[in-house]
């Protein structure tokens, strides 16, 4: 009988390629906003803009015809260094996209949200991500950062080291 091992020598290559993916993609991971309605108000946060001349920078919500930031209702930021955000009331019902840029002219992030009129006050309108949940990316709304991207290629890559230095070692002949 014939052992063929084509999966084995495979299984550093794909570690690696594993290991290379997760190490580009973690650089390239950005802070973004985080978007939240309540009745007729929305309000946004971030933590990735820093203060210039004592400004942090313009939130701005767009209704569903405006397509430039300067169209839509602006707000200025507040906060500190942890965290800054912005509320707008009396928000009509309908989907709308927040726009946070900050005084450094970088985009910290854009998301669509829904407002609605409640049906009874058991029921609140929520704040739908624009592109969807993303369940396979570890979350959609929270960004654990670079390190611990890295740290999970490690385990990763680890586990598929173990499994393959075992398999190999089993498929060894004992003699006595």
Same mark, same amino acid.
């Not at 803009?49 to 313009?58: F, L, R, S």
């Not at 726009?99 to 854009?110: D, F, I, M, Q, R």
């Given at each position: 009988?014939?052992?063929?091992?084509?999966?084995?020598?495979?299984?550093?290559?794909?570690?690696?390629?594993?290991?290379?993916?997760?190490?580009?993609?973690?650089?390239?991971?950005?802070?973004?906003?985080?978007?939240?309605?309540?009745?007729?108000?929305? =309000?946004?946060?971030?933590?990735?803009?820093?203060?210039?001349?004592?400004?942090?920078?313009?939130?701005?919500?767009? =209704?569903?015809?405006?397509?430039?930031?300067?169209?839509?209702?602006?707000?200025?930021? *507040?906060?500190?260094?942890?965290?800054?955000?912005?509320?707008?009331?009396?928000?009509?019902?309908?989907?709308?996209?927040?726009?946070?840029?900050?005084?450094?002219?970088?985009?910290?992030?854009?998301?669509?949200?829904?407002?609605?009129?409640?049906? *009874?006050? =058991?029921?609140?309108?929520?704040?739908?991500?624009?592109?969807?949940?993303?369940?396979?990316?570890?979350?959609?709304?929270?960004?654990?950062?670079?390190?611990?991207?890295?740290?999970?290629?490690?385990?990763?890559?680890?586990?598929?080291?173990?499994?393959?230095?075992?398999?190999?070692?089993?498929?060894?002949?004992?003699?006595?």
């Amino acid at each position: 009988m014939r052992n063929s091992k084509p999966l084995l020598r495979s299984g550093p290559t794909a570690a690696v390629a594993a290991a290379l993916a997760l190490t580009l993609a973690g650089p390239a991971a950005a802070a973004g906003i985080s978007v939240s309605t309540t009745g007729s108000t929305v =309000s946004v946060s971030t933590s990735s803009c820093t203060q210039i001349n004592g400004h942090w920078g313009t939130a701005s919500l767009l =209704s569903s015809g405006q397509t430039s930031f300067s169209q839509g209702r602006q707000v200025a930021l *507040s906060g500190s260094s942890s965290g800054q955000s912005a509320a707008w009331s009396n928000v009509s019902p309908g989907t709308y996209t927040v726009v946070v840029v900050c005084s450094n002219g970088s985009t910290a992030g854009t998301q669509s949200v829904v407002v609605s009129t409640a049906p *009874s006050p =058991s029921v609140s309108p929520t704040a739908s991500p624009s592109r969807g949940v993303m369940g396979g990316v570890g979350g959609g709304s929270t960004d654990y950062g670079t390190v611990t991207l890295v740290a999970g290629g490690a385990l990763v890559g680890t586990g598929i080291a173990a499994t393959a230095w075992y398999l190999r070692r089993r498929s060894t002949p004992r003699h006595f």
